[in-house]
């Protein structure tokens, strides 16, 4: 069982988290970024849940060292403060049940366009490109042992998962919509695929579930589908990013209820996934 934390955006009670995720009693808690803009005591609590957990930063916790010019004073001290459990670009591996998380792009905030953030990329990875960066989440999983399924961990899914506002990595701030999905993502999931690497689940967040509301007409609800499967590939694809993650109980003020998302895998496979407010 793996329990999935989406965006915080600040939204974060330590005490809180740590005995939600207790009682969810998961074998690993994935952590998908963008806990604030550059927070680094915020990221510090999260380094410090005493438990397994595998963590990618997003693109706020970068908000202003991706920027020309920006200082990555912050964003280092993230990374150290995280170590090991930054999955960025690296590897995690379950042995106990035949797993191997990987991380993909870390920082990523969507979209084709990487001359944007080459600067910031290339100082801290030596990644140039989008070429470049899906060589790299295919050589970091391939690190992974052969027998193992992979769980893959981005801040943002992949290109090619539709391109209506509603979709799970659609564009729903721009009337034409559009694909949001990263690019080299996509790429790397397809040269595992034909090299015949078993990719059970893709979880990310980024794409937050709350449509816009000038983009949602006609539409039942104003929910962004968070949940797609590649028959194909057998791949399941998560989007935990219901923002806010954090509301106020509505029986019990001030108690408060947490999002997760659960998934349980048997057998290298994604056999059931839910919501859960803790």
Same mark, same amino acid.
């Given at each position: 069982?793996v ?6 955006h600040? =939204?974060?009670?330590? &005490?809180?988290e740590?005995?939600a995720?207790r ?7 994935l ?6 803009n ?10 410090a ?5 595998a ?5 706020? &916790? ?15 001290q ?7 459990? %930054?999955?960025?670009?690296g590897?995690m591996?379950l042995?106990?049940?035949g ?10 905030k ?9 600067d910031?990329?290339?100082?801290l990875y030596?990644?140039k ?7 790299r ?5 391939? =690190?992974?042992? !052969? %027998? %193992? ?9 992949? !290109?090619?998962?539709g391109?209506?506002?509603?979709d ?5 701030w721009e009337s034409?919509a559009?694909d949001?999905? &990263?690019?080299?993502l ?10 015949g ?7 990310f967040g ?9 983009n ?5 609800s104003?929910l962004r589908?968070?949940?797609?499967? &590649?028959?194909?590939?057998g791949?399941?694809f998560?989007?935990?990013?219901t ?5 106020p109980?509505p029986?019990?003020?001030?108690a408060t ?5 659960v ?16």
């Amino acid at each position: 069982q793996v329990a999935i934390v989406g965006d915080v955006h600040g =939204s974060w009670r330590g &005490d809180r988290e740590a005995a939600a995720l207790r009682l969810l009693a998961p074998h690993l808690t994935l952590l998908v970024g963008d806990f604030g803009n550059e927070d680094v005591e915020l990221v510090g609590r999260v380094a410090a849940l005493p438990l397994r957990k595998a963590v990618i930063l997003g693109n706020h &916790d970068a908000w202003v060292a991706a920027t020309p010019g920006g200082q990555q004073n912050c964003v280092r001290q993230q990374l150290a403060l995280l170590g090991d459990n %930054h999955v960025g670009y690296g590897t995690m591996p379950l042995d106990e049940q035949g797993y191997t998380v990987v991380g993909a792009r870390p920082f990523s905030k969507g979209g084709k366009n990487f001359s944007s953030i080459r600067d910031f990329m290339d100082d801290l990875y030596g990644v140039k490109s989008m070429e470049e960066s899906a060589e790299r989440i295919v050589q970091v999983a391939q =690190s992974a042992p !052969a %027998h %193992h399924t992979l769980i893959v961990v981005g801040h943002n899914g992949p !290109a090619g998962l539709g391109s209506r506002h509603f979709d799970i990595c659609g564009v729903d701030w721009e009337s034409g919509a559009g694909d949001h999905g &990263d690019p080299d993502l996509q790429a790397a999931l397809a040269t595992l695929h034909r090299a015949g690497r078993r990719v059970a689940l893709v979880t990310f967040g980024h794409m937050h579930h709350t449509l816009h509301a000038a983009n949602s007409k006609g539409r039942a609800s104003r929910l962004r589908r968070m949940v797609a499967l &590649d028959p194909a590939t057998g791949t399941v694809f998560l989007n935990a990013a219901t923002v806010p993650r954090v509301t106020p109980a509505p029986t019990t003020p001030p108690a408060t209820l947490h999002h997760f998302m659960v998934a349980e895998l048997e057998g290298g496979e994604v056999v059931a996934a839910r919501d859960v407010w803790v």
